[in-house]
């Protein structure tokens, strides 16, 4: 008998997820020098973390022989704040992927449904068939998720919905209007779940709290590796009604959150001109690669995030040539083949994708 026949059989068949390459590997892989690789491949701020936030984890450094706080008190004090909430409605997570593996732990039954728009961010269809419960994706037409038709696919057996807003790797939102008639519109049975990854950017965020507020199963997440430039760090949260909140703390790891994490995700959310100027910038960035790939010929879906799905033909040959130019991209799974996604860096990295991308796609199509 060997190993793998003794593991639950359930993990044999779990798709694998996968990540952006390093810059590192890259380098290595194709002669570039590190510094010379551009990665435009995991949404990260290229423009970094804010330097407010940066000293205030230098400084927890300096304690990290000590065990962190355990629930995060400080952090979860500071995030009640910023969305008028008790911290009692919050729980950190090891980047926000773990607050939806938590509620995996605490919702999901094997013939529970996990209902997902069928270009949703992968992530919680991984969970889902992690714990043995089942995925149902609806249909997103035009790339958005289609929320009447996420509604008549709710049965007796869903117990989550996820949904990310805006989406990754689609970069498209849904409106206020929308989601709230959604989220009015569930049955008792069913929990909603919003992914606020890239909240951040858009001009005027949907937000949970009020639903929170009334009492609804719903919960929220957020993450600091996005706008906030800390992906390195693990940091995110999750915030719901404190019933919620408690049932998520019985799965969670005891210090699962690390000290320099929280110390510094306070940091970074005590410095919102950082935030607003990466904005800002992102914006910016979103127009001049827009702009870029018209020049080229090429169509992209318009993203409220810091990335582009931009329509490439074959996106695998495509991103590969763009590695070996020494630009990581991120190549999309079979149902998006023609696309590649490429996420917003600082002006001059932009520049050098856009040229790269134009110089490969006039040899696609001279060499054809
Ligand atoms: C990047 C991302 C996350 C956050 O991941 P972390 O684990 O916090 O780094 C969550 N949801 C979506 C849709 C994302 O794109």
């Known amino acids: 008998m060997n190993l793998s026949q003794l593991a639950n059989p359930r993990i044999l068949d779990q798709p694998v997820y996968q990540p952006g390459k390093p810059i590192e590997q890259v380098a290595r892989e194709h002669g570039f020098r590190p510094e010379d690789v551009c990665k435009l491949a995991s949404n990260e701020n290229p423009w970094g973390s804010s330097p407010a936030a940066l000293k205030a984890g230098a400084e927890a450094l300096k304690s990290v022989f000590l065990y962190p706080e355990g629930s995060g008190l400080a952090l979860r004090q500071k995030l009640a704040q910023h969305h008028e909430l008790d911290p009692a409605q919050f729980i950190l997570g090891n980047g926000s992927n773990e607050i939806i593996e938590l509620l995996g732990h605490v919702f999901l039954k094997p013939n529970d449904e996990v209902l997902v728009g069928e270009h949703a961010f992968v992530v919680y269809k991984l969970v889902a068939l992690l714990m043995g419960a089942g995925a149902v994706e609806v249909e997103m037409p035009n790339l958005t998720h289609d929320l009447k038709a996420m509604r008549e696919a709710v049965s007796e057996r869903t117990k989550l919905i996820f949904l990310p807003s805006p989406n990754n790797p689609t970069g498209t939102a849904n409106t206020t209007a929308e989601i709230s008639a959604f989220v009015s519109s569930l049955p008792e049975h069913v929990i909603f779940c919003l992914d606020e990854a890239y909240a951040e950017y858009l001009d005027d965020p949907f937000t949970l709290v ?137 002006e001059e990295q932009n520049e050098r994708a856009l040229k790269a991308l134009g110089s490969v796609m006039k040899e696609r199509t001279t060499d054809s």
């Open 210 to 346: 009020p639903f929170v507020r009334e009492g609804r199963k719903v919960m929220a997440m957020r993450t600091f590796s996005k706008i906030h430039g800390l992906a390195g760090l693990r940091i995110g949260y999750g915030y719901g009604s404190p019933e919620m909140i408690s049932l998520l703390q019985r799965a969670r790891q005891p210090f699962n959150a690390n000290s320099v994490a929280q110390a510094t995700a306070i940091g970074a959310l005590e410095d919102g001109d950082w935030v607003d100027l990466c904005r800002r910038r992102n914006r910016a960035g979103l127009e001049q690669v827009t702009e870029g790939c018209a020049k080229i010929g090429l169509e992209v879906v318009p993203s409220q995030a810091n990335f582009l799905l931009v329509k490439v033909g074959d996106g695998k040959k495509v991103f590969e040539e763009l590695q070996a130019r020494g630009i990581i991209t991120r190549p999309m799974p079979p149902s998006l083949n023609e696309f590649l996604r490429i996420s917003i860096g600082t």
